[in-house]
């Protein structure tokens, strides 16, 4: 990086929840930073709709707190009526039996987990509906000079971005993410055992139910499951064929005998990294930086803190650059 090009600035593409929290370390020390989003939303792999009237997480069916720090933004967030604490207990089915997973607490938002994205996001300069074409030397984004480039996204959809020379690539390349479609699924009235999620073991087409009107606290008889990678695969050309056979097996795993009022399938076609790192981000001599959940265990948590420490890692090489 030029020493002319010290004050332009960092641009962060990507406004899930480790580019919004890497905008707002950046923020907080003082370096300008924008965060640009291709679609019309923040929160990406957090996102969701409103269906019905009412929000719908589509994607992380919750979080978890390890992270002192992040603790403290999760009490905020509770504080201010964002967050619930949700439950330490979830469902096991398959293979026709019912068990139970004890474990920490699940964390859900009554507004759906993308309004916390929004929350952090507050203050920030974030263009949405940017499409970017290409990161390059410089660094640069389609040709907008930067002091650096954040790329805080799946593996996959950065490596579509930077130069093949970028210290980036070798980081990127060979890494595989494995699909899901949800499908989110609504009935008059619950005909199903209580319960708040379920994971579902060896299971053909499922991984996950959750019941989201547990989830968002107001009851609705709606429940989103999740498929297997293999079912995410042999429907990613139409997702909505996945539709027929995850409510099959929602009747089938929980005994519903009617069939739903409704439905809707979302592909994410990079769901969930199939390896963990053991960094929580990448910052590269050329500018070039990747943040993310596939930086540490994949969970909301990690993208947080991966976003976080890039953030501060970036304000502290851009402090010493103008010092």
Known sequence: MGEERVGVGVLVVGAGIAGVACGHALSAAGVPVRVLERSGAVGGRMGGRVIHGRPVDMGAAYFTVRDAEFAEVVERWRAAGLARPWTSELAVLGDGRRGRSPGPMRWAAPGGLASL??????????????EIRHVGHGPEVDGTPADVVVLAMPDPEALRLVDPASSATAELV??????????????????WPEMSAAFVNDHPVLSLIADDGDR????????VAHTTADVARAHE??????VGPAVEA??????????PLWTVAHQWRHAAPAADRDRPFHL???????AGDSWGSSRVETAWR??????RAVAARLGAHRS
């Open 117 to 130: 994205v929004a929350d952090l996001a507050a203050g920030l300069t974030i263009e949405l509906g940017h």
């Open 174 to 191: 060979g890494r595989e993410w494995r699909p899901v479609i949800t499908v989110v699924a609504g009935w008059s009235s619950r005909e």
């Open 216 to 223: 968002r606290g107001d009851g609705a008889p709606v429940l």
């Open 237 to 242: 050309a139409d997702p909505a064929g996945a």
């Open 250 to 259: 929602i009747r089938e795993l929980l005994d519903v005998r009617t069939p």
């Open 284 to 290: 590269g001599d050329d500018g070039i930086a990747l």
């Open 306 to 311: 991966s976003g976080t420490l890039l953030g």
